[in-house]
């Protein structure tokens, strides 16, 4: 229904910055809220960001608030996350996903990128 691709990610030294796009195809116009997660192995996914559908409402998990901007295109059907200050600690698969509402929990997402990968060395 609703095609979610990922791009941007890669290696990138710490301090550097990096950013990520996810382009939607599909039925768009059911999407709302956008997200990005991100995972590492033997992990859960972990919340990064949130942005509400007219993108005036912008949430940040705790680890990254402060270094990470959301922000979204609605007419390009494009969401964006910029990752400056980056850490080895940053290191993940990063996902992209929408749903209804923002929201840190994953099972209130419709649907899923594929994931980039997204790799900081000291």
């Known amino acids: 229904q609703v095609q979610l691709v990922e791009s941007g990610g890669g290696l990138v030294q710490a301090g550097g910055s990096l950013r990520l796009s996810c382009v939607a195809s599909g039925r768009t116009s059911s999407m709302n809220a956008m997200g990005w997660f991100r995972q590492t192995p033997g992990t859960e996914r972990e919340f990064v960001a949130g942005i509400s559908w007219s993108g005036g409402g912008t949430y940040y998990g705790d680890s990254v608030k402060g270094r990470f901007t959301i922000s979204r295109d609605n007419a390009k059907n494009t969401v964006y996350l910029q990752m400056n200050s980056l850490t080895p600690e940053d290191t993940a698969v990063y996902y992209c996903?929408?749903?209804?509402?923002?929201?840190?929990?994953?099972?209130?997402?419709?649907?899923w990128g594929q994931g980039t990968q997204v790799t900081v060395s000291s």
């Open positions: 996903a929408t749903g209804r509402v923002a929201t840190i929990r994953v099972e209130r997402y419709d649907y």
